[in-house]
C-alpha cells in the first residue's frame, strides 16, 4: 500500500438543474456562471479551485445554489455580477486552507 497526501483544494458545485414548467437554475443562467467560473478556476489557480456542474441542490427557490467545499457553505440567489465577489472569496479561502 502506497500514501499520497491529497492537494488542499476548494470544490465548488453549481446547480445546473433544468425543469420543464418550472424556473431552476438553469433558467437562471446558471451554465454561463459555471463556465465562466470553472475557466476562471482552470486558468487562475492552478486547478487548486475545482467547479463542477451539479444536479439540484434541493434550494431552487434561492437559486442559482452554489455549494462550496471544505467550508461547507451555499451561495443562494448568485448572479453573474457576484462572480467577482466569488472569486475574491474563493480565493479567500484557498489561502486559509493552506495556513
Ligand atoms: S434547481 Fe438549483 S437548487 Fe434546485
Redesign the pocket.
Known amino acids: 500500500m502506497k500514501d499520497e497526501k491529497i492537494k488542499s483544494t476548494i470544490e465548488v458545485f453549481v446547480?445546473n438543474?433544468s425543469?420543464e414548467h418550472e424556473e431552476?437554475?438553469?433558467e437562471k443562467g446558471?451554465k454561463d456562471l459555471t463556465d465562466k467560473l470553472k475557466k476562471w478556476a482552470k486558468e487562475e489557480t492552478n486547478k487548486e479551485i475545482k467547479v463542477f456542474r451539479s444536479g439540484?441542490?434541493?434550494?431552487?427557490s434561492e437559486?442559482?445554489?452554489v455549494a462550496c467545499f471544505p467550508a461547507k457553505k451555499y451561495l443562494l440567489d448568485v448572479k453573474n455580477e457576484d462572480l467577482g465577489e466569488i472569486k475574491k472569496g474563493l480565493l479567500e479561502a484557498l489561502q486559509e486552507l493552506k495556513t
Open positions: 446547480c438543474h425543469r431552476a437554475c438553469f446558471a439540484c441542490l434541493g434550494k431552487c437559486g442559482i445554489a
